[in-house]
């Protein structure tokens, strides 16, 4: 481990009273984690304080095995069972029967069906139910979170999304991680900044975008899967601060 420096001590600070406040007013709230960089800051800040929200992940059924390692690690380390949920399988059958296991690659409309089922349709039966959840995005990942709130509201399932690492930096993600000894993807050491599927994650070459890894072949602008989708309402006051 080694000693954050005090920006970074107080980040966490603020990070453990933004989350506590969204498990007070908000409940039931989970985390939706990928288990990358990020969503492992939160997690620490969850388990480590104690704070009331629950954690679950997506096992889209084509992660890397390094990925899915860290629920284990997560157990090991925090004594607590990430849950997981998997796309529907019948779904996934007639998509790979009558496109291929690999379509994605012909389109991006056959890249985001792909996503649809093992991504978005899960994550709606995962968020079924909660008053909340909790991201792990920020705005200096790619040009399409440029503008991403602190908070915002969506109105269709009346639920509120929280990014509280929005203003933070990919250095401050770091100090975090390292000054705690925080357990996180190995693939990270060997280049991948963000980490997706395996068919759709590579390392990035240096000075490319954070994200440059994920979807490599599409536009910088269409590189999301359908899990976050702009809302109606959103702010940037800290959770807490909302009348």
């Given at each position: 481990?080694?000693?954050?420096?005090?920006?970074?001590?107080?980040?966490?600070?603020?990070l453990q009273r933004a989350l506590h406040a969204i498990a007070t007013e908000h409940t039931p709230a989970a985390l939706a984690s990928s288990l990358g960089a990020e969503d492992m800051v939160l997690?620490?800040?969850?388990?480590?304080?104690?704070?009331?929200?629950e954690i679950f992940t997506l096992d889209t059924g084509r992660l890397h095995p390094e990925t899915l390692s860290l629920i284990e690690r997560v157990r090991e380390r925090y004594g607590y069972d990430i849950r997981v949920y998997r796309p529907q399988p019948d779904a996934v059958d007639r998509y790979v029967?009558?496109?291929?296991?690999?379509?994605?690659?012909?389109?991006v409309e056959?890249?985001?069906?792909?996503?649809?089922?093992?991504?978005?349709?899960?994550?709606?039966?995962?968020?079924?139910?909660?008053?909340?959840?909790?991201?792990?995005?920020?705005?200096?990942?790619?040009v399409t979170r440029a503008d991403l709130p602190l908070q915002e509201f969506e109105p269709g399932p009346g639920r509120w999304k929280f990014n509280p690492l929005a203003e933070w930096s990919e250095r401050e993600v770091w100090d975090y991680l390292r000054s705690r000894g925080v357990p996180y993807n190995p693939l990270h050491d060997r280049g991948f900044r963000s980490i997706g599927c395996a068919p759709c994650t590579r390392p990035t070459a240096a000075g490319e975008d954070l994200r440059a890894g994920r979807w490599w072949w599409e536009d910088a602008q269409t590189k999301e899967c359908g899990l976050h989708k702009p809302s109606l309402e959103t702010t940037d006051l800290q959770p807490g601060q909302l009348g």
């Open positions: 481990m080694t000693t954050a420096p005090a920006g970074a001590q107080r980040r966490a600070e603020d997690t620490d800040a969850i388990l480590r304080g104690g704070i009331g929200v029967s009558e496109l291929g296991l690999d379509a994605l690659y012909r389109s056959l890249r985001r069906r792909c996503c649809e089922i093992r991504k978005v349709e899960p994550l709606a039966r995962a968020l079924a139910g909660k008053a909340a959840w909790v991201t792990g995005l920020r705005r200096a990942q790619s």
